[in-house]
């Protein structure tokens, strides 16, 4: 069945800059459009970029707009999210996700999951 893992989540100073990674197994990864998403403490969870399944098209929240940047390379199988001018709001759980179709920009229009991991910015 199809995986995604997650990494490179970790804490950070403020201005700093993280890049994560997806890894997805199970099926052919260019049939995927993949999309990150973030849960922060007490609120729902919210997109924060998005990328059709070969990479032309993306799409941003307007709060990481200019700083965060979603690629994906298919012959590696995964998907990117480099956080460049990192904010303490920016601290939660970021999760990727995927689906068999284009790209979406609701939580329910995902079928697929990784475990999450942690980013914690400190001011």
């Known amino acids: 069945q199809v995986q995604l893992v997650e990494s490179g989540g970790g804490l950070v100073q403020a201005g700093g800059s993280l890049r994560l990674s997806c890894a997805l197994s199970?099926?052919?990864?260019?049939?995927?459009?993949m999309a990150w998403f973030r849960r922060a403490p007490g609120k729902e969870r919210e997109l924060v970029a998005a990328?059709?399944?070969?990479?032309?098209?993306?799409h941003y929240s307007d709060s990481v707009k200019g700083r965060f940047t979603i690629s994906r390379y298919n012959g590696k199988n995964t998907v990117y999210l480099e956080m460049d001018n990192l904010k303490p709001e920016d601290s939660a759980v970021y999760y990727c996700?995927?689906?068999?179709?284009?790209?979406?920009?609701?939580?329910?229009?995902?079928?697929?999951w990784g475990q999450g991991t942690q980013v914690t910015v400190s001011s």
């Open positions: 990328i059709n399944w070969s990479g032309i098209n993306m």
């Open positions: 199970g099926d052919t990864f260019n049939r995927f459009a």
């Open positions: 996700a995927g689906r068999l179709s284009r790209v979406g920009t609701l939580f329910n229009d995902y079928d697929y």
